[in-house]
């Protein structure tokens, strides 16, 4: 105890209080501690939703701090396609999102194409982060998006990397396959220019047959087979000559080939594709109708998609399948067969149906589309099934021949989505790296540690960085989470065109978000996992144990008694409590 | 320049001005303009300041000594319940010679619930060692606060600042509010005698044997018994600035006055009307309107009061068991005074109650009529409790 200081002129008014001499710096708190708290980042529940594996947790909050050209990094280190997938992405990082339990799942999907957007404004280019150039060379076949990540990728890892291409230009199906309200051309330009800088070679118009592959064997060290389904199934009933193809259609509407069409027009199918060409006869003047023959609820397209198609006027006929089209005239009279759910589910969840009894519907309409799937044209381009040397990894499948033959894309995705094709260009590259590195045996095991959560998403971060620097792969829950520190707030809507102007034109339905709303919609996030210097630690810390050393926190072990404290009060679960004994 | 302000933001302007560095309050009727709108100032950039939300006043008082121990200017604001929490804190925010200033909206306890006026609750707190400072208008919350920060910061004691529920905290009047560079002037940045300091880190407030605890205590007296004289001195430098100031108390007719009436807050207003009107019928009746409660004035008390025949206080408060707090005070001053008058103890106005010109004419006349106080508290305009029954029943 002592007196204290005097300063303002109050010296002589009497203050006397305890003070000590000395601090409690010498009381080492730390020596009663048998827990121990450390900084340790987990996996969102988003990035292990995410096929490209992307660190969406980190996305966000450096989108939130307003440093987006390291946001996009971030996601081009995982996924060269921001732009485009910030369109046309399922977005099941949306669905797996932990903010579902508290209001609504962050719009991810929206600031991913606020961020790709930003990328192509300042013409952000790839970074350039690669390993030594390995003097091996591989030929990628078809420069759809899983082959254009291949390239991408396998570039970055030190290959070079040749694209074939049989039509006219890159892109696979988001060139050809995807309506331009959906994904401009521009956009999708933009972003391919980006990886043919990196240094990706692509041949257009060289259609790839077996015989090119045997000849061109001895040049290349490795071969990735991504052609995807380019080719349609047929409906095989009679008179199904008079449908067209819908994949077609779409393709002619890409190179704006269209000829003028009026009236009423079926199209047959459920997925993407059957939606794609629905909204787009309706921008054209007619009036479709889907014809499925399962139910709405197991349409195989996207949920949002069938939603803007209804709203846009396309109808749904559910439960009806064709058996018959008669081209009379100018018109076409389908006659469809009423369906029933048998009870039985397929393995993907959808209903089983049967024809139900004799009860058919005749239809007249002017045209008839069909879009109830695709596949190769090609039998080579098939997977192996099994064999001595094939190992089907999540998104591809690698065959040990003389060469290793990698498949990917659609011949080998269970879920037929862009960024599963980028996730399969990704794992064929680190699988192909890694064969070369370990030879064959070490490879499903390599690549494991870089598994993003539970997989089969992977890191090519961690990949390029090495091992150690892997995330720990626990995915925070829910539960997890310190909700005290959020409060509710609605979604961020991006602006989007009304209805009666989207059905007249191509233009995007929905608009960026722009910078504000961008950067609102990253304060919902919980960032789970990640660190976001919040310092809650520091500011609890009852032994003022948290310091700063580099300007990242440590924890003084000298002081640290391991209450926990910090633990707890970490909103997004980036901190452990190990036990010491 | 001149405003139309309520009493609570009175407060709150004056708080602004003085550039308050950390707040923390939780809010309860009528206390909640107060903070409500220094929160706005705090997001808004108004202030450059920190707003502490908590979730009770005891976290509130506990956050302002944390961040008064590390030197810096600070301020919350309570009523009733809220003060009565806090009551803990209050005696450490005292011995630990913390410069805190505190508004306080006199408010009744419960229960039954009253949000109205009644002075219980800051009297209560009168052992706490805190200056506790009664306002009478508007004008006089706005000029207490400012120089509540500069008397708290010369004797490192804290300050409460009194206001009357809804009388003055809701109650909109002309107040002259200064500009910034004014107030500038009359209220230097805050240089605290002892902050604490992560570069140079020792502890304050522990452990004090019986060998030293009792000479603590005398210096907080010793501090206390500065604060006349150094309250004199800030209002002088007040007044130069402002020309305006209030002093402890204030005295009206009190020299030839037989009858003397002892007033605080806005009773004071309602007082000096009643003294001017019976004065015009000759009346030989004074006034002394009491701002200063702690430390509490005995000189000037006994030589304002002590010519006089009679003292009526009128209390709108209450300690149980003994008689209004003002009254009981005004007695212990006057006690070792020889040939004291008679003090005459009014309980009026309690939880909200109306104290009219017409309560304290007949506290007067009552007084002028009676030789010896025939009880030690005379309640006023107390209704039969089977008034109340009867209304129930029916």
Redo the contacts between chains.
Sequence with gaps: MERMKKQNGTEDIPLFISRSNITTEINKTGSWRFARPKYDEKTSPCSAACPAGEDIARIQMLANQESFKEAVHTILIENPFPAVCGRVCFHPCETACNRTGFDEPIAIRCLERFLGDFAIQESMKLPPEKLPENGKSVCIVGAGPAGLAAGYFLTRLGYSCHIFEASSEPGGILRWGIPEYRLPVKILAREIERIKDFGVKINCNVPMSQNFLKETKSRYDAFFIACGYSRSMQMNIPGDQAASDGLEFLRHMRREEITPLTGTAAVVGGGNTAVDIARSLVRLGLNPIIVYRRRKQDMPAFKHEVEMARKEGVKILELFAPIQIEKTGGACFLTLQQMKISGAETSGGRAVVVPDGRVTQLRRVDHVFTAIGAEPTEPWQFPPEQGPETLHLGHCTFAHRDRPLMFGGDLTNPIKSVTDAIASGKQAAMALDAFFKKGWDANADRLAPYRVGSGPALSMESYLKGEHTSRNRHIVSYEEINTDYFSTAARVLSASLAVDESVHSFLETEETYTFDQAVEETYRCFKCGICDSCNNCRIFCPEVAVVFKDSRRVIDLNYCKGCGICVVECPRNAMALEMEI | MKKVLEGSHAVSEAVRLARVQVMSAYPITPQTHIVEALSEYCSNGAMNARFLCVESEHSAMAAVIGAASGGVRTFTATSSQGLALMHELLHWAS???LPIVMAEVNRALAPGWNIWMDQTDSLAQRDTGWIQLYCEDGQEVFDTTLQAFRLA????LPVMVVLDAFFLSHTFEPVDVPDQDIVDGFLPPF????ELN?DN????????APT?YM??R???Q??ME?VPG?LDQVEQEFAATFNRRYGPMEAIHCDDAEVIMVVTGTAASTCRKVISDLRAINEQVGMLKLRMFRPFPTDLIRQVLGSAHKIAVIDRNFSFGVSGIFAQEVRAALCNYKGHPSVFGYIAGLGGRDVTPETLEEIYWKTKSTDKPDAESIWIGLNPYSSFQSRSNS
């Excluded at chain 2, 910061?153 to 490192?156: D, H, P, Y």
């Excluded at chain 2, 880190?201 to 004090?208: K, T």
């Design positions: 011995a630990a010679r910061e010369k004797v490192s240089l605290p005698r002892f992560t880190p020792f502890a304050i407030g522990q452990m004090a030293i000479e603590m005398h210096s907080i010793k501090a500065r150094e």
